[in-house]
């Protein structure tokens, strides 16, 4: 038997599967860990003493669970991103790696870059406008504000292509990262805008490009030692999380499109050609010269979660009981779920969350089915931009959400969409696994290992409602854009 190992490097644990080649999970680990805030706006991981640790134990653990008679075949790794990790010619991380879109650090050099290259010529050559989830200013933002450390790097890396060094001492970047480097990216060429790229790396040279399936190379002896893997072991590129969990629930088709519900909500649409919308993200795909659009919120499980402790800490059980007992529209309560700014459609930073409607008769379930129904509304506004890139989708919900009776149904009677729910649960670390598999031709590359059990259908008795309420919420974000700003200035914090 030959097993395959995938590993995922999450926002809020690593976890790691062996899984045969029929999609069989064998053995899985996870480890927990957090993340830092250092500041307001910035969000960083130490990338030895959570990364690298963590994939060092998390591979001594399953090899050690590989059965008698099987063999491990080959490994690949995702994670977080875009991030942006500098190194030294050692490999020795210089400073924390900083996260994607959640650490918003770089908005003067989003702001200086796009003003320099110009915001159309931006959306023309690399297929996205800068905004906090782009790499390229947040290069900007070390090499103008940490000067010495830009100095001292040698190379740059998100997430899986720092493990992918560490693993095989080799300097790649997969396509679909890269396409989230903006503007160093071409999405449209699947290549690098080299002069733009020479322009803010200057002296960092560009990794090479690859497909998130690619062997890139295997095991040295050195990494089998600290991790307890086989030497020689090969080493698929791997990818973003989010594009590997696609890829694990079968979204793959064009018009397939997944809903990742967590502590933020991610939302990846496969596309049959070249489409460019400036309120999303237009990358390149998980399978060779595919492309996709992606869309994600700055917060979601994250809302719930403050809500939860705010209103005293009563069990999300508890919680969820009240809000199923309101009725759709919360009796005239809306929310703008902006409270840590906000990323696609609106690409706003300075965004604050925003309550109208609330009366002496609202209470606690109230809040809380507001806070799904505001997520929901988001949503939608997402959704109707997708549609403009392809019609007649396939939507796949995945993640920890699911487990609310109460946010996917809101979502699908807000959207009118019904959601399938695949059988496996497992994530990205699922995915990686199948990537791994088909790099190292175990399987064929349109093997696709997920199965459908249930569908998630609009209530038609509730969509009447939300298509009445959906203009009133879609107005109070521009009409109070100007106020939040100017409260952001009273607290940047």
Known sequence: MELLLGIDMGTGSTKGVLVDTTGTVIASQTIPHGIDLPRPGWAEVDPDAVWWREICAISAALVAQVPAGARLAGMCVSGVGPCLLLCDADLRPLRPAILYGIDTRAHAEIDSLTAELGEQTILDRAGTLLSSQAVGPKIEWVRTREPRVFEAAARWYGSNSYIAAKLTGEYVMDHHTASQCAPLYSTRDFDWNHDWALRICGHLPLPRLVWPSEIVGR???????????????????????????????????????????????????????????????????????????????????????????????????????????????????????????????????????????????????????????????????????????????????????????????????????????????????????????????????????????????????????????????????????????????????
């Open 219 to 493: 095991v040295t002896a050195d990494a089998a030692r600290e991790t307890g893997l086989p030497f020689g072991l090969p080493v698929a590129a791997g990818t973003v999380d989010a594009y590997a969990e696609a890829f694990s629930v079968g979204v793959r088709r064009p018009g397939d499109q997944m809903l990742m519900y967590g502590s933020t909500m991610f939302l990846v649409q496969v596309i049959d050609e070249y489409h460019s919308d400036p309120t999303l993200w237009t990358t390149a795909g998980v399978e060779p010269r595919s492309l996709a659009l992606a869309a994600g919120t700055s917060t979601a499980g994250s809302l719930i979660g403050w809500l939860q402790k705010l209103t005293g800490g009563a069990s999300l059980e508890e919680l969820t009981a009240e809000a199923l007992r309101v009725p759709a529209g919360s009796e005239g309560l809306l929310m703008l779920p902006y409270l840590a700014g906000e990323r696609t459609p609106v690409f706003d930073p300075k965004a604050r969350g925003l309550l109208a409607g609330l009366t002496l008769r609202h209470g606690r379930g109230h809040l809380f089915r507001a806070a799904y129904e505001g997520i929901a509304f988001g949503i939608r506004q997402i959704l109707e931009r997708f549609d403009d890139a392809h019609s007649g989708v396939r939507t796949v919900a995945v993640g920890g959400g699911l487990k609310s009776p109460v946010w996917a149904q809101v979502v699908s009677d807000v959207t009118g969409r019904s959601q399938l729910v695949p059988e496996q649960a497992i994530g990205a670390s699922y995915g990686d696994a199948l990537l791994a598999a088909i790099g190292v031709g175990l399987v064929p590359a349109d093997t696709d290992w997920a199965e459908i059990t249930r569908e998630i259908k609009p209530d038609p008795r509730n969509q009447a409602v939300y298509e009445q309420l959906y203009g009133t919420w879609a107005e109070l974000y521009p009409v109070t854009r100007e106020q939040m700003h100017r409260l952001v200035e009273v607290d940047p914090g």
